[in-house]
């Protein structure tokens, strides 16, 4: 089963900040936290991803809460193309490196 | 774009008849995945493999095989197509460590 709990959708203004939260309250010390996401029926495209520090790339920001139980993944300035299914996901490490899917958050950025 | 491809995109067969899909990648990577997405629903996986001849089963995998005899193909195969089956079919691909994944475009199947 999925590890993880977000909230099923969202909207957020063009040019705003889209914050996006995710609880993984059974994380264990040595999994990541993961993003990626789907837009119409593409294959997922992957975001960021993190341990225990915050990250941030061209693409988004990635706050990890100091107990690493809930996390919040940041557009900076949403624009229309980035409407789209985003999916948190704590990824099993070690030989078999799964990617469990829960059911994401449609955000829909609005005009 | 990372080097994965799924073939077909398309295809529309009939119950209880066998069916395979093919994910093919030219990134040398060791894991590789397949997982379906039906309508309401996130990706659920249903077979992964962590290396040639070493599979494992997801959450979904009644139903369906896979083999793996070689790093750049993985292939899943439907042994008696239901309509349940129907659904859109993606692969992806992973390296060692904590990198991230690529995914294919999908493969829509649909079983009538």
């Known amino acids: 089963d999925a590890k993880t709990t977000q909230p099923p959708s969202m909207d957020c203004a063009e040019g705003r900040a889209a914050n996006l939260p995710c609880n993984h309250s059974?994380?264990?010390?040595?999994?990541?936290v993961y993003w990626y996401r789907q837009i119409h029926s593409q294959g997922p495209q992957y975001i960021i991803h993190?341990?225990?520090n915050n990250e941030t790339n061209e693409m988004a920001s990635l706050i990890i809460t100091e107990d690493r139980k809930s996390s919040t993944l940041i557009l900076p300035h949403a624009t229309l193309r980035d409407t789209a299914v985003y999916y948190c996901i704590v990824q099993e490490g070690g030989a078999t490196n799964k990617l469990i899917f829960g059911t994401g958050t449609l955000l829909a950025v609005q005009p | 774009d990372a080097g994965i491809t799924q073939s077909p995109r398309h295809k529309v067969t009939e119950t209880g008849t066998p069916v395979t899909l093919r994910c093919h990648q030219t990134e040398n990577h060791r894991y590789m995945y397949w997982y379906r997405q039906d309508p309401g629903h996130g990706l659920r996986l249903i077979h992964y493999s962590y290396g040639v001849k070493d599979t494992d089963k997801g959450e979904v995998s009644d139903g369906y095989s896979v083999s793996r005899s070689k790093t750049e193909d993985f292939l899943l195969t439907l042994e008696s197509a239901t309509s349940s089956q129907t659904s859109v079919y993606f692969c992806?691909?992973?390296?060692?460590?904590?990198?991230?994944?690529?995914f294919g475009q999908g493969t829509r199947l649909t079983v009538v």
């Open positions: 059974t994380i264990s010390g040595n999994e990541y």
């Open positions: 992806a691909i992973s390296g060692t460590g904590y990198t991230e994944a690529f």
């Open positions: 993190g341990l225990k």
